[in-house]
């Protein structure tokens, strides 16, 4: 009889098609997956409709992108963070920062080599890495500050360590790393000469005093890490799946490498929008990040009125809330309530976690704020019902 690989043999269904399945069926306010419910710029909309409407960008772009777009994330790292970026052999542009992570890990990793992950994790990160025949290490980090411990950390590095993808701002703790932090982790890559696939598709979503610090501008890091964006997150544009990969062009080659038969090459005209609006003056970053900002205010309110607590996200559009004084269950049971009681759908956090830290993150659910001020306005409301339902 055919059947499935042991490959993806322990890969479920995600529950964000559980979650969504559920908020329709209850017509609940679905702040679960980190989708916006408002549009993509109408310019940068505008500037895809041309492309497509030119003739010229309608067939095959060149495998690693197309040059504008290439020089666009180029000029971007820059501007930023100083970083200088080869357009020509140092960027590879991807079916979104999926596509980059999946890629760089097949690129430069062999089968049996460990790759060290922070937990609460991205979701795919250890599929990934279960496909590529290599082997996910933990470091959880702790709530409600959501920070590593340096023994733990320390202890994960092996001489079979071959990468760590680090992911700051982070999905889901809202966790930007620090200065500090960051040179740690840095250190230790370079004491064990381990590569760094460093996520930084929220590296515009800053809250507060945080900084954004790329771990790739560290001393020595850069001729070591790969770091990984997205159009998704920068331009509301998730559904576009554009995303890239960028570093010192010989890991580059080999995330090139992989990409070349994973997808080849990404969307035509949408590399000529992205690449316009990677160009957009620092207002548009600075104004994106305003908006967020606001909208984080309106979720934190929301989950105290309805009695749950959190530390508050330095970036990122999520916040992991703790419900223990309002709920006794599992994060599932509560997410169950929430959706049907309450008509709020959030994410439990049991497909962040490997199996041995899954207990960590009891007690907590994942909200996502990339939702208009009028839902999060009506999120508010609803979640007043939380104290009367309270058991
Ligand atoms: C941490 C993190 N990395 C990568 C991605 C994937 O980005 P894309 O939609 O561009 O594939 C996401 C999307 O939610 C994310 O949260």
């Not at 950390?153 to 620090?178: E, H, K, S």
């Not at 960590?360 to 939702?371: D, L, P, S």
Request: proline share 6%; hydrophobic share 40%.
């Amino acid at each position: 009889m055919s059947t499935a690989a042991r490959r993806v043999e322990s890969f479920g269904t995600t529950i964000f098609t559980e979650v969504n399945t559920l908020a329709q069926q209850y017509q609940a306010l679905n702040l679960g997956q980190g989708k916006p419910d408002f549009d993509t710029p109408v310019d940068i909309i505008q500037h895809l409709i041309e492309a497509a409407q030119s003739g010229q960008h309608n067939q095959y772009a060149p495998g690693p992108g197309t040059l504008s777009l290439r020089q666009a994330i180029a000029n971007h790292a820059g501007r930023f963070y100083n970083l200088d970026i080869d357009p020509a052999n140092g960027v590879v542009v991807t079916a979104g920062g999926t596509e980059a992570i999946f890629s760089a890990i097949l690129g430069l990793t062999d089968p049996g080599d460990e790759v060290i992950v922070l937990e609460p994790y991205y979701d795919s990160y250890v599929p990934n890495i279960i496909m590529a025949n290599a082997t996910p290490v933990y470091v959880p980090l702790h709530p409600p500050t959501w920070t590593f411990d340096i023994d733990e950390l320390r202890a994960a590095f092996t001489p079979q360590t071959r990468a760590l993808i680090l992911n700051t701002p982070q999905n889901p703790t809202g966790r930007v790393f620090t200065h500090a932090e960051l040179t740690l982790l840095a250190e230790l890559c370079i004491e064990h000469d381990v590569t760094v696939i460093s996520d930084e598709v929220y590296e515009h979503l800053i809250f507060g005093d945080a900084q954004h610090i790329p771990i790739a501008t560290l001393p020595g890091m850069f001729d070591r890490t790969i770091t990984v964006s997205s159009a998704g997150k920068l331009f509301s544009a998730t559904g576009w799946k554009v995303g890239w990969a960028y570093g010192p062009p010989a890991l580059v080659e080999g995330v090139a490498r992989a990409h070349q038969f994973v997808t080849f090459a990404v969307h035509h005209p949408t590399q000529e929008a992205i690449a316009y609006a990677l160009n957009l003056p620092d207002t548009y970053f600075a104004d994106f990040q305003t908006m967020y900002a606001a909208k984080c205010q309106l979720l934190l309110s929301a989950l105290d009125c309805g009695g749950l607590t959190c530390t508050v996200p330095q970036g990122t559009y999520f916040v992991m809330a703790n419900y223990s004084d309002i709920f006794d269950g599992t994060p599932m049971e509560f997410t169950h309530h929430l959706i049907k009681d309450v008509g709020v759908a959030c994410i439990p956090p049991e497909s962040f976690y490997s199996a041995a830290h899954a207990h960590i993150g009891n007690g907590y659910v994942r909200f996502a704020f990339c939702k208009s001020d009028d839902v999060l306005r009506q999120v508010q409301e609803r979640l007043q019902k939380l104290s009367l339902h309270k058991r």
